[in-house]
C-alpha cells in the first residue's frame, strides 16, 4: 500500500497524541501515528503529573478524573537515608497505580474518539527525507507532508541527532503495606535521587542518575532495595532513558521532534508530561500555520529553562552542596525548602 498524509507521528505516547489532537484543533485531519506497541501499554513512568500538567491535558478534552489521580501530602526529603525535611505537597498528583498505563490509554482513547488514525504493533522501518516517505514493518509505505517524531529518547527519530547526555531512570511497582507517602531520597546516586511512593497499597520504588555506563545500576538498585528494607522482585525492574537538554528539533524543514525525542524532559526532576504535551502543541501550531519560526522560537526558550535546569544539577549535586542543603538548610530555612519545592520544582513544571 502507498498512501499518502499531510501529516504522520511516529510513537504514541503524550508528545505524540498531544501533537496529533491539537493538529485536529487546528483544523489538520488527515494525520497517521505510527506507534510500535499495542494499547493499553506500559511505559516506564512514574505518571506523577503537576496542576498545569492536569490543565494541559484537560484543555484536549481528557477528563483526568477517570485516570485516579490523588493528592498525597505527606512529601518527606531523605539524604543518606535519614529524614530531613517533611514537606505539605499541594501540586503533585499521583496515579492509583503510581504509572502511566491508565493516564496514556485513555489519553488514546480520546484520540481514537475524535477520529486520529493510530497503526498499532507498527514500526518505521527505513525513511527517506530527501522524498518523504516512511516504510513500515508490514512493507507498507507511506508519504507525507510533514513527519513528527515523538517516539522517545532512543527511537527511531534519535538516529538523525548526536548523542547527547542522558538519565537513567528505573523503577519496580509492588504491592507493600506502607503507609501513603511520597519519599524523596538523596544520596543514593551520584547524580540523581530515588523515589519511594506509596497509594493505598501500592509502591513505586525508583532511581534516576546521569547515566554513567560503568556504573552496575542493578546492583546499586538491589542495594537501595536492602536499605529501604523492601523486599521485592528485581527481576521486575524497569529501566529508560530520559534526555538531557534539547537535541535538534527540526531538520528538512518538515520534520520535528517533540517530547522526549527533542530533549523535552526537565533534567533535574524528570518532569517530561508537560514538556512533552507543550512541545506536541507548539509543533501543531507551527505545522498549522506554516510557519517554523513559531516552533524554533519555542525550542530555544525551553533549551536555555533546561540549560538553568542542567547547571543546577551540576551544582545541587555537587558534596558540599548536598551537605549544606541538607544538614543546615533543612534545619534553618525548611519552610524557605517547602516553599521553593513545591513552587519552583512541582507547581512551575
Ligand atoms: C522511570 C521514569 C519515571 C518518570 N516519571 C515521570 C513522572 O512521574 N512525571 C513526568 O512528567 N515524567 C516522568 N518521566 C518522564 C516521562 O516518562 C517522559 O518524559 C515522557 O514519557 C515523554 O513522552 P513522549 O511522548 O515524548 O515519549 P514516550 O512516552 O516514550 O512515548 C514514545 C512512544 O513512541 C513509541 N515508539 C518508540 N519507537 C518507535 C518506533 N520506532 N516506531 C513506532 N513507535 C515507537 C513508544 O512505544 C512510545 O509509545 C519518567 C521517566 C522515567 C524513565
New binding site residues.
Given amino acids: 500500500m502507498n498512501k499518502h498524509y499531510e501529516v504522520i507521528i ?7 497524541l ?1 501533537a496529533a489532537l491539537n493538529l485536529l484543533k487546528n483544523g489538520i485531519k488527515d494525520i497517521l501515528v ?4 499495542e494499547f493499553p ?1 506500559y ?7 503537576t496542576n498545569k ?1 492536569k490543565k494541559e491535558y484537560e484543555s484536549l478534552g481528557l477528563n483526568i478524573n477517570k485516570c485516579h489521580y490523588s493528592l498525597i501530602k505527606d512529601f518527606k526529603i531523605f539524604y543518606k537515608y535519614e529524614e530531613k525535611q517533611k514537606i505539605v505537597n499541594k501540586f503533585l498528583f499521583t496515579n492509583k497505580n503510581i504509572d ?1 498505563i491508565e493516564l ?1 490509554y485513555e489519553f488514546y482513547k480520546l484520540a481514537k474518539k475524535k477520529g486520529i488514525v493510530i497503526l498499532e504493533n ?3 522501518i527505513r525513511h527517506n527525507m530527501n522524498k518523504n516517505w516512511i516504510k513500515i514493518n508490514t512493507q507498507d509505505t507511506y508519504t507525507y507532508d510533514y513527519l513528527i517524531f ?4 532512543t ?2 527519530g534519535s538516529k538523525y541527532q548526536k548523542n547527547k547526555k542522558r538519565n537513567i ?3 519496580l511497582i509492588e504491592k507493600t503495606n506502607r503507609p501513603d507517602s511520597i519519599e524523596i531520597h538523596f544520596g543514593v546516586t551520584k547524580h540523581g535521587y530515588g523515589w519511594v511512593s506509596t497509594y493505598k497499597g501500592t509502591t513505586n520504588i ?1 532511581l ?1 542518575d546521569v547515566y554513567n555506563p560503568k556504573l552496575n545500576y542493578n546492583k546499586i538498585f538491589k542495594q537501595y532495595l536492602k536499605k529501604l528494607n523492601i523486599e521485592g522482585n528485581t527481576k521486575n525492574v ?5 534526555p538531557i537538554g534539547i537535541r535538534k528539533g527540526l531538520i528538512n524543514k518538515n520534520i520535528y521532534y ?4 527533542v530533549g ?2 526537565d533534567p533535574l526532576t ?7 504535551l507543550y512541545t506536541g502543541k507548539i509543533c501543531a501550531k507551527a505545522i498549522s500555520q506554516k510557519n517554523n519560526s513559531i516552533y524554533k522560537r519555542s525550542i530555544l526558550k525551553l533549551k536555555l529553562k533546561f540549560i538553568f535546569m542542567k547547571l543546577l544539577l551540576k551544582i545541587f549535586y555537587l558534596k558540599g552542596i548536598l551537605f549544606l542543603i541538607f544538614n543546615v538548610g533543612c534545619r534553618l530555612f525548611n519552610k524557605l525548602i517547602a516553599y521553593v519545592f513545591n513552587h519552583f520544582f512541582i507547581n512551575k ?1
Fill in positions: 511516529i510513537g504514541a505516547g503524550p508528545s505524540g498531544g505510527i506507534e510500535q506497541k501499554r511505559k516506564c513512568c512514574a505518571g506523577y503529573i500538567t502511566r496514556d507498527t514500526n518505521i515523538a517516539d522517545g529518547t527511537g527511531y531512570a528505573m523503577q525508583g534516576t524497569k529501566g529508560a532513558y530520559t517533540v517530547g522526549d525525542a523535552a524532559c524528570l518532569s517530561g508530561l508537560r514538556y512533552g513544571k
